[in-house]
């Protein structure tokens, strides 16, 4: 009765009570035939309801209670959308604020875990959506690298600037911001009067620009 009427309340959107029907259940059933289950709807009722850190803490709860478990793909997704999700404010989002250029640490926790998750499972049918949401976080940390770089070229850092440019063209090499990087690179270098590393990143920048058509 704990589980079906929790059940009927997740499938009507209705999480708020859905969550305490799986607490309850759980609370007074800590062992059956319906707990596993449960502990997997709650984890997704928290993550619906927008309580990200609490559907963290169940996924992390669940993945020590069931490390065999046929589900882990799953819940190792929902904790890469739950991350991502949860430094999204819902305010700072209908304001013209690039995320980018906000502290990213919780975009790399959510990205290391849709790492794990193709890496662990790589047939799962969470995959295609997981390699989606990992190529644009891939952009938005090199946007957070081409961020302060920038700031450093206001400040006259030259190597600074050079240091984090590099860094974005070595480790996202298929970001957008490459060709912005290697442009820093090309105007720092030659500022240094290092003309053959500027070049070099110019030719690169050549091979990195689409060449418009006619």
């Not at 794990?116 to 959506?129: E, G, H, K, V």
Request: glycine fraction near 4%; charged fraction near 20%; charge should be neutral.
């Amino acid at each position: 009765d704990y589980y079906n009427e929790a059940h009927e309340a997740l499938k009507d959107g209705n999480y708020s009570v859905a969550v305490a029907g799986y607490e309850a259940l759980e609370s007074q059933y800590p062992v059956g035939n319906f707990t596993e289950q449960a502990q997997l709807e709650l984890i997704y009722g928290r993550h619906m309801q927008g309580d990200y850190a609490s559907a963290i803490a169940a996924i992390d709860r669940y993945l020590r209670l069931h490390p065999e478990s046929a589900n882990l793909d799953y819940v190792l997704y929902l904790r890469g959308l739950s991350n991502y999700a949860i430094d999204q404010d819902a305010i700072l989002k209908r304001l013209p604020v690039n995320m980018a250029h906000r502290d990213m640490g919780q975009a790399r926790v959510a990205f290391d875990d849709f790492r794990q998750l193709i890496t662990r499972y790589p047939n799962s049918q969470y995959n295609a959506d997981a390699r989606q949401r990992m190529v644009y976080l891939r952009n938005q940390f090199a946007e957070a690298e081409l961020h302060v770089a920038r700031y450093y070229e206001t400040r006259g850092a030259y190597v600074a600037v050079i240091n984090r440019a590099r860094w974005v063209v070595e480790n996202y090499p298929e970001s957008q911001a490459v060709p912005e990087a290697l442009s820093l690179l090309v105007k720092n270098y030659t500022a240094l009067g290092m003309t053959d590393l500027a070049a070099q990143a110019k030719a690169l920048l050549r091979s990195n620009t689409p060449k418009k058509a006619g």
